[in-house]
């Protein structure tokens, strides 16, 4: 038997990345990779230090999470989530998200007849996740797309992701409270990728008073019940630790529980030394707010040569990229792009919403991002 997989997105951009990287650039730099939103920043010594500590790591690890790993993602949602009731023993930590965005329909026990919903413009590990359970995944854009509800039309599954990848839109307390409400009436489990929310750059506007997105588990739009929902979460942005593979799942206990208990049997355990990283990098905001400042320098920069290339940034108020369009093909966009030796994603990579969208990523260098958007100013 074989998976029914789309082709890897990424591996259909080598075209253009060679068209891109032949172009002699002024500044003598070369290509500039936008593509993809991988950190180039140090990992913060105080995770580096807490990993080494740990290096000593004869004895198999807890699936579960060690008790202070588990305490200090409960304190993390107290105080950068504005979730201050989330109990410790809803959180397991995972081998990064992207693993359990893959599985988390398999680990719930889904299966061919059941529906995947997911956002149009979205990450396309939530269609193969469902793809991998035998699942049809399902575009849901409102629940007014649903249309009339049956036993064989309603999603088990419902994914949010807010804030976006790859749009960097960021859902509302009375949205997601609506989402919640609706989901419980029809016994949906609702799970929340919020992996940049400590990325929201509506702050340095001063139209939002909290320091990142509303969270799927926050009380407002829970009505005080975790029951039904949960938030996947990874470091690798925020911290720099893409490569520690370090994220958590949290929520419903019993949905928690569930999960714990496949994945104790499949040996899906995160790695000892990454889970004193992560206990360490969760109680250390302050080098968050250093890469979150170093981030927006980036953005403001490359925001500037984008508009003036000619194209409009939409939503786009959080997270690690600028989601642009000049209204033509996306891969006319990037053909454009690379005439200046700018490597950026197709929007149809999320998508058929994202057809006539760029995806362009704040992940480089401050050198290349200056150099990119000095580029993309030139001649403009």
């Known amino acids: 038997m074989s ?3 789309p082709d890897f997105p990424w591996d259909s951009l080598a075209p253009v990345k060679e068209r891109a990287s032949s172009v002699a650039t002024p500044d ?26 740990a290096s000593d790591a004869g004895g198999y690890p807890q699936t579960w999470g060690t008790p202070a790993l588990r305490e200090a993602v409960a304190q993390w949602f107290a105080t950068r989530r504005g979730v201050p009731d989330l109990d410790p023993a809803g959180v397991l930590p995972t081998i990064g998200s992207k693993e359990l965005v893959a599985w988390l329909p398999t680990l719930l026990g889904l299966g061919p007849g059941d529906i995947v919903g997911f956002p149009s413009a979205a990450y396309p590990t939530y269609d193969v996740g469902a793809r ?19 036993p064989s039309t309603t999603p088990k599954l419902l994914w949010l992701n807010s804030p976006g990848n790859p749009t960097g839109q960021v859902l509302g307390v009375e949205h997601l409270a609506k989402v919640v409400a609706w989901a419980r009436r029809n016994g949906v489990v609702v799970a929340s990728d919020e992996c940049y929310a400590e990325l929201d750059w509506r702050t340095e506007r001063g139209s939002e008073t909290s320091p990142t997105t509303p969270s799927i588990l926050d ?22 630790l893409a490569g520690y593979r370090a994220a958590f799942v949290a929520g419903d206990p019993a949905l928690v529980g569930r999960l714990l208990e496949v994945r104790k049997h499949a040996g899906m355990i995160v790695p000892w030394p990454v889970q004193v990283a992560l206990t360490a990098a969760l109680g250390d905001p302050a080098h968050v707010e250093a890469q979150k400042a170093v981030y927006a320098a980036r953005r403001a920069t490359l925001l500037e040569g984008v508009r003036a290339f000619g194209l409009d940034v939409t939503h786009s108020d959080a997270g690690l990229y600028l989601w642009a369009t000049a209204g033509e093909d996306a891969w006319t966009t990037l053909g454009r792009l690379a005439e200046r030796g700018i490597l950026a994603a197709p929007g149809t990579f999320y998508g058929a919403a ?25 001649g403009s």
């Open 354 to 378: 994202g057809a006539q969208h760029v995806r362009i990523a704040l992940t480089a260098s401050d050198e290349h991002i200056s150099a990119a958007a000095a580029r993309l100013s030139a």
């Open 132 to 150: 991998l359970a035998g699942a049809t995944p399902k575009v849901v854009d409102g629940l007014a797309a649903l249309g009339p509800l049956t």
């Open 3 to 5: 998976l029914a997989l």
């Open 28 to 53: 003598g730099l070369g290509l500039v990779d936008l593509s993809v939103g991988t950190p180039v920043d140090p990992t913060p010594e105080v995770v580096q230090e807490a990993l080494r500590s």
């Open 219 to 240: 009380p407002r739009v829970t009505g005080g019940s975790h029951e039904g929902l949960l938030c996947v979460y990874s470091l690798s942005k925020q911290s720099n």
